[in-house]
C-alpha cells in the first residue's frame, strides 16, 4: 500500500493493522553519457513495487528518498 495514495484518516486506520514501512532509496549520480541520473533509484522502486503487488495489504511502501552525494554529477 503506497503512503501517499492514502487519506490521513485511513493511513490512520490501516496503521492499526499495518506495522512494516519499506522505503526505497538510491543515489542520484552521473553513470555516464547513456544513462540517467536516477539509475540507483530504479531498482528499489521496482523491488518495492513487486512487494507491494504481492503483500499490499500488509505492508507499506513509502515515497523513494533520492539519497547521496557524486561528484560527478557536479557541473
Known amino acids: 500500500m503506497h503512503i501517499i495514495e492514502y487519506t490521513s484518516d485511513d493511513f490512520k486506520k490501516y496503521s492499526k493493522i499495518i506495522n512494516t514501512v519499506i522505503i526505497p532509496i538510491g543515489s542520484v549520480e552521473?553513470?555516464?553519457?547513456?544513462?540517467?541520473?536516477?539509475t540507483d533509484?530504479?531498482?528499489?522502486?521496482?523491488?518495492?513495487?513487486?512487494i507491494n503487488q504481492s503483500m499490499g495489504e500488509v505492508i507499506w511502501v513509502a515515497p523513494e528518498i533520492p539519497y547521496g552525494q557524486s561528484y560527478a554529477a557536479q557541473v
Open 30 to 38: 552521473a553513470h555516464g553519457h547513456h544513462l540517467p541520473l536516477g
Open 41 to 50: 533509484i530504479y531498482s528499489p522502486r521496482l523491488f518495492c513495487e513487486k
